[in-house]
């Protein structure tokens, strides 16, 4: 009996690379719609779990997003998640007219030649400028609402701005360009920032605590150099960057009291009181 040659099969078909990439994009919408909810939660929760919980989640994030995901110290008792989106390369005051949009905005605009969203940005953002009329009108709308609970995060000089014209790929210039506030403009977003968008809304600490080394107690005063300092960085594969802090203290401002998290290389999480 001839028995039918047996092919080894390697990689996968173009059906089963769309179903995975459909499984993957209905968990990271899953993921990202809850973080809000989950993060308030952590919020209630004691200091150090809340955090430590935040930070594990930020590291979960950049795993199912396929994008670097910051743990972001912003004050004495605050803290956010950001992703991650660039490096600022230039910036004006003046017009310019998003793909869609239908009109021009003046604003004050920063860009980025390498954004890291780039990859998305510019597909839709040409897919749009391929369209006509309404269809381009609705389907930028539709592109601007997904920035509506987003704020962008100058991650460089720790200035937070509201997004007036969310982020497009401009084939005039090749580069993505974002419209963000006067004062924000005027405060950080300078060329060489790093900037991302949150996440999450800013969490507090419970209150009496606070992020030791951020916060003098006996002066009252911030310290703007460790604020800058005091991230987590989580890349696409969970692993932590070189740049990150990798230890954070979170005592009560009275006592001194509190517990100390560690972070290693492969981003795992562990918590040690002090006393």
Not at 14 to 23: M, S
Not at 206 to 235: H, M, Q
Not at 257 to 268: C, H, L, V, Y
Request: overall charge negative; aromatic content about 10%; proline content about 3%.
């Amino acid at each position: 009996m001839i028995l039918p040659h047996s092919h080894n099969r390697e990689g996968f078909t173009l059906l089963e690379l769309i179903a995975v990439i459909g499984i993957i994009a209905i968990m990271s919408v899953f993921v990202v719609g809850g973080f809000n909810g989950i993060l308030k939660a952590f919020g209630n929760s004691s200091g150090s779990d809340g955090v430590r919980r935040a930070i594990m989640l930020a590291r979960q994030q950049a795993c199912v997003d396929g994008h670097e995901i910051s743990f972001q110290v912003t004050g004495y008792n605050t803290y956010i998640l950001v992703r991650r989106a660039g490096t600022v390369t230039g910036r004006f005051s003046g017009r310019k007219e998003p793909i869609g949009s239908g009109s021009p905005i003046t604003a004050k605009w920063i860009s980025d030649d390498y954004a890291n969203l780039d990859e998305s940005l510019s597909g839709l953002t040409k897919e749009i400028g391929n369209l006509s009329g309404s269809d381009k009108q609705s389907v930028w709308k539709d592109y601007v609402q997904r920035f509506a609970d987003m704020r962008v995060y100058d991650m460089t000089d720790h200035v937070f701005s509201s997004i007036l014209c969310p982020q497009f790929y401009d084939a005039n210039d090749d580069t993505c360009s974002l419209a963000i506030e006067d004062n924000a403009y005027t405060r950080g977003f300078k060329v060489g920032s790093v900037y991302g968008y949150t996440i999450s809304p800013e969490q507090s600490l419970p209150k009496g605590l606070v992020f030791d080394g951020v916060f003098n107690a006996s002066t009252g005063a911030l310290n703007e150099d460790a604020i800058r300092k005091a991230y987590v960085l989580f890349l696409p594969d969970g692993s932590l960057d070189s740049s990150s802090q990798t230890t954070f203290k979170i005592v009560d401002a009275t006592t001194g009291r509190g517990f100390e998290i560690k972070i290693n290389s492969q981003g795992q999480v562990s918590t040690t009181s002090i006393q």
